[in-house]
Every structure is written in structure tokens, then in C-alpha cells.
């Protein structure tokens, strides 16, 4: 008996979604708790996974698709395309006896994949079949697209271009990338907007860095880069002037007795800002693990909604610079 696959319950800041991936096709057999579905919403992507062994049965909404909270999306029946499975392993047996070595066909696509590696992918025009795995499971990963990217084509003969043609190449936005854009343009047109600046001589932590970053990576397991001193430092600045912490809500001041920092990661979708929390009661290995963390979890759109709201102030990642 079929039943229905609903769209997670979004949180109140989130007013709907768009269907970004099927993972699974109709008829094809799926284990429980398997992603089958990826929705992106304004903030984060959200994973939708099966609720126990079977298959698809429709498809409800598509890839592009808008869903509400809680809509259903698909129909699903548990148990079917079990038996799928047990016969491919039956014939992988059979050939190993007969001497023959079990073929195995790759028939992974774009949609199968991570989505840093499905941006590789679609950017590069490269098939997913295409590409040798080498992550766990045989996995493709970025670095397996960029070194099949830069292999040289056997047997092709280049072909010639007329003199000044303009090729274009049309990618379509994420929501998180639009919504972004919509940010920074209402805040040019509704905030006053402010920009001062003034210059820190960053000699002496340069030199502490260098001198203390071996013993600090093995003894923490973090690499010491320059967002820790910066969130420490803002985190003790916002201890003596209070009303830069603050916020306002309505007509009324809030002035928070914690610190909350948000820290701008740059991410394939675009710009994220997750946020630690307690930065005073934080050492400065926990803040270095802590932003590495992020920055894998934006990498790989794995961060939620709580981990990006709340902060007290943002600092942007100036490290590089």
C-alpha cells in the first residue's frame, strides 16, 4: 500500500521550497533512511529520506518544483523493489563460479551526486559516468572532476572557432544565492548605511602564529588561523560596549548578556552565516574547530536553520587578507 512522502515541516523564517534533486527514480529500490530527495529552501538545503526499504512510486512534485511545508511530494511503498537487490547478487555469484569476474555498471548521474560536485559537473558539461571515483564507495569527488577535466581527450581533433565568437554560459541561481542579492540591495535601500576604517597592526599575532602554529595544530587537532584572535578580540570589544551587542526589537533595546558571533563562510550556494555561540566561554582551539566545522558543513550544505540564527554580531572572514 502506497504512502505519501511530505515535504519536512519549514521553520517560520522559511516560507516554502524547491525541489533540487531526485536521488531515487520511480521503481528503483531504496533502504530506509536513504536520502531520496534534496529541497533547497532560502537558508538550507533540506535531505528527505525514505521511511523504510522500497521504492518510489510517483513523483509528485519535480525538480524545480515549489513545495510548502508538509506538502507531499511523492507516493512511496515499502518493500517494493526489494527483490532487485538479492538478484543482482545472485548473478555476481554466478558469474565468480563461472569464472568470470562480476561486471558492475556505472549509471551514477549528476543528481546522484554531493552538491559541490554536482555544481562541477553541470559547469564542466562533464558526464557523471564519466569521471573515476576515488571517495569512499567509489565516490566522486571534486578533485576526481578537475583531474578528468584536465586530461587530455584521445583522438580529438581540435575544432576551429570563428574569429570572435562570444560564447555564454546560463546557470541558473540557487534560492540561497538569490535571496542573498535580495539582502544586500534592500539593505542599500532601507539601512543607513556606514563603513569606517581603521588599521591594526597585525605584526605581533602574525609573529605569535608562526611561531606557535605546529605545536597548536598537534596538540589541538585545528589549524591557528587569524579568525580566532578576530573573534576574540570583537567578543572582548562587545564586553565593554554593550550597546554594539545589543539589538532592536519593536521600539525596545535588547541588550544581550552573551555573545553570539556570526561568521561570514563562503559556500558553492553562496554566502552563509553560522554562528558561535558563547565565544566568551570558547578557547581559541574550540573556535578554530568550530569554524572549520561550518566551513565543511557549507561546503557540503549540511548546515540548519539553528545554526544560523541568533548571533549578536557578524564578523566577516577577513584571514586571508
Known sequence: MAT????PVFPESVADGTIATWHKKVGEPVSRDEVICDIETDKVVLEVVAPADGSLVAIIKDEGDTVLSDEVIAQFEAGAGAAA?????????????????????????????????????????????DVQGTGRGGRITKED?????????????????????????????TRLRKRVAERLLAATQET?????????????????????????????GARLGFMSFFVKAATEALKRYPAVNASINGDDIVYHGYYDIGVAVSSDRGLVVPVLRDTDRMSYAEVEAGIAAYAGKARDGKLSIEEMTGGTFTITNGGTF
Open 4 to 7: 505519501e512522502i511530505k515535504a
Open 85 to 129: 537487490a538479492p538478484a543482482a547478487v545472485e548473478q555476481a555469484v554466478a558469474q565468480t563460479q563461472a569464472g568470470a569476474a562480476p561486471v558492475v555498471e556505472r549509471t551514477e548521474t549528476v543528481s546522484d551526486q554531493a552538491p559541490a560536485v554536482r555544481k562541477a559537473l553541470t559547469e564542466s558539461g562533464i558526464a557523471a559516468a
Open 145 to 173: 572532476v578537475a583531474n578528468h577535466q584536465a586530461k587530455p581527450a584521445a583522438n580529438v581533433t581540435p575544432l576551429s572557432v570563428a574569429v570572435g565568437e562570444r560564447i555564454e554560459k546560463r546557470v541558473p541561481m
Open 192 to 220: 543607513a548605511m556606514l563603513t569606517t576604517f581603521n588599521e591594526v597592526n597585525m605584526k605581533p599575532i602574525m609573529e605569535l602564529r608562526k611561531q606557535y602554529k605546529d605545536a597548536f595544530e598537534k596538540r589541538h
